[in-house]
């Protein structure tokens, strides 16, 4: 140990450290209990020493005299010209030019001695506030702690024209308690009107192997994004940030990378069902107004609705795991497995300009156009992609990210509880569907016909869902075939069937079985059906298709293609 004189700041000068704490206090700090650990460093912590003894770094300008000054007393310039004088040649020449000469693009050149130094240093007129003279003036060569230096950062970057000071986000590690959060704080409260450089503050955990140890060139066990960038794109490893929960270690593994493979693809093959069915879709030509849509659209407008509040919430408050799984939910579950598979039939097989099929594309360009600007931050090159190909209404930016967040549809949340019930039963009857697949009585859903039977009411599904079964079949009756894209659904209320009988939950009572329809397969939209349209201008399909076929052709969809698809 040696003891040595060093500059200080005093925590305790002129209320320092309690107007730090205050300022703190004022921040909004993810992890939350960020809050409480800078409070607790900042309230403990001695003094700060903020001069180092290197070769190298920004210099401390004092000039002392040697003549008055003593071991334990230094007397040194503190005149504000002499400030005024260094900052001025400093911000000519560099901070260099309190070690020597410097010119413009050249090396800096030793002083040939101290006078020179200080003569070029002090203004004329200024010398030892004790003795009066400048002879025996010399400089010092503290430089400044670095974390002085990093915790002025704000100053100088926040200053440049069009930013504003405070900053809306300090983004770093959680070892940045005691550095840079610290030192920033520190640094702002003493010159800003006790105010901290920040308005919020987030901190990460590290990044660890697929072991659990921390990465660092030291092992050799870090991974350079570029390399993933090269192999995999930049969007995949952005999603990977995304899914994990940033705020602890993560581990990073070829595994846990390619998991997120799989969940950018469902991603964007989303986006690419969507892009494909509005090809003919012109938005400020063909938009149905929401109360006039479908009802299965209304419902997944609404869905989204619910899905964008959850994702603003979620990045308000940093929660980017938040975002990036209720995406994925949304476009693997919500989309991919229910609501595209259903809308099938209307995109391909109705004409072209009907209510039905626009309805269906309104809603599709709606949730494609939501969720690309949701994405943005996260997939920012594959929303910009998927943006460049979705029609646009005039006045919509040209690139997504000049854009904001989308309004919600307002499609509203009417028969809630009837879609609940219908989700429900679709899970029911896939599940029987698929062991009909697995038994060989079936090869897909639309070669199946269901017959739902049942005894009395089911007293069940009246609690869980608040209507009873037959108010429930009489208003879907006609819908559950294609909600469940089968050909046929068949209710009857005598009890008597082959199927299997559901054994607990709110279906309880309710017997469905599945058989393969015996009936006519049409050629166009593949469901089976009693008998063809044999009496029509296209006899060889069914009479859903025959009518469709002559719609598209009287609008001149079809011009082309007489005779059908």
Not at 542 to 555: E, F
């Amino acid at each position: 140990f040696r003891a040595t004189p060093q500059w200080f700041i005093s925590m305790d000068h002129d209320h320092l450290r309690e107007r730090a704490v205050a300022a703190i206090h004022a921040t909004r700090w993810r992890p939350s209990y960020g809050e409480d650990r800078i409070a607790a460093m900042v309230s403990g912590r001695p003094d700060w020493c903020i001069s180092r003894q290197r070769t190298w770094g920004v210099p401390i300008p004092i000039l002392a005299c040697s003549a008055c000054s003593s071991q334990d007393h230094l007397v040194y310039i503190d005149h504000p010209d002499f400030f005024s004088h260094v900052a001025d040649l400093f911000a000519r020449a560099g901070s260099d030019a309190w070690f020597g000469q410097t010119g413009p693009g050249e090396q800096t050149t030793a002083y040939p001695d101290e006078a020179t130094a200080v003569a070029c240093l002090l203004p004329a007129g200024i010398s030892c506030p004790d003795c009066g003279q400048r002879e025996n003036l010399a400089r010092r060569f503290e430089i400044v702690d670095v974390w002085f230096e990093s915790g002025a950062s704000h100053a100088a970057v926040l200053a440049r024209e069009g930013l504003s000071w405070p900053a809306d986000l300090y983004l770093e590690g959680h070892d940045q308690y005691r550095g840079w959060f610290h030192s920033s704080l520190l640094v702002a409260v003493n010159g800003h009107d006790d105010r901290a450089p920040y308005r919020r503050v987030v901190t990460h955990g590290f990044t660890l192997d697929g072991e659990g140890r921390k990465m660092s060139k030291s092992r050799g066990n870090t991974v350079s994004p570029m390399d993933i960038v090269a192999d995999k794109g930049a969007d995949i490893l952005r999603l990977w940030v995304s899914m994990v929960n940033f705020l602890e270690d993560m581990a990073f593994s070829q595994e846990s990378l390619t998991r997120q493979s799989d969940a950018y693809r469902k991603i964007r093959n989303t986006f690419r069902y969507i892009l494909g069915n509005l090809n003919d879709f012109a938005p400020d030509e063909d938009l149905v107004p929401v109360a006039d849509m479908d009802a299965l659209d209304r419902h997944v407008l609404h869905l989204f609705d619910e899905l964008r509040t959850r994702v603003l919430e979620a990045y308000e408050k940093t929660e980017l795991h938040v975002v990036a799984h209720g995406l994925y939910q949304f476009c693997g579950v919500t989309l991919s497995s229910f609501y595209l598979d259903i809308i099938k039939d209307r995109l391909y097989t109705h004409a072209p300009a009907s209510p039905a099929r626009r309805s269906a594309q309104t809603a599709l360009w709606l949730m494609g156009s939501g969720l690309c600007r949701l994405v943005a931050p996260i997939l920012s090159f594959t929303s910009e992609e998927v943006w460049q190909q979705l029609p646009r209404l005039p006045g919509q930016k040209d690139s997504v990210h000049l854009e904001t967040f989308p309004e919600a549809t307002g499609a509203g949340s009417e028969d809630a509880s009837l879609w609940k019930a219908v989700h429900a039963l679709r899970d029911e009857v896939a599940r029987n569907l698929e062991v009909a697949r697995s038994t060989g009585i079936i090869r897909s859903g639309l070669d199946a016909r269901v017959t739902f039977s049942w005894d009395g009411d089911l007293p069940g599904f009246r609690q869980e869902y608040g209507l009873e079964w037959s108010d429930f079949t009489a208003r879907m009756g006609n819908r559950l075939a294609e909600l469940f894209i089968v050909s046929q659904v068949i209710l009857t209320s005598d009890g008597q069937s082959e199927g299997e009988t559901v054994a607990d939950g709110p279906l309880v009572g309710l017997s469905i079985a599945v058989v393969h329809h015996p009936g006519l397969k049409c050629p166009r939209c593949w469901n089976y059906v009693t008998e063809l349209a044999a009496d029509s201008p296209f006899p060889d399909v069914c009479g859903r298709c025959a009518p469709r076929l002559s719609a598209g052709l009287a609008d001149g969809a079809w011009a082309d293609s007489a005779g059908g698809e």
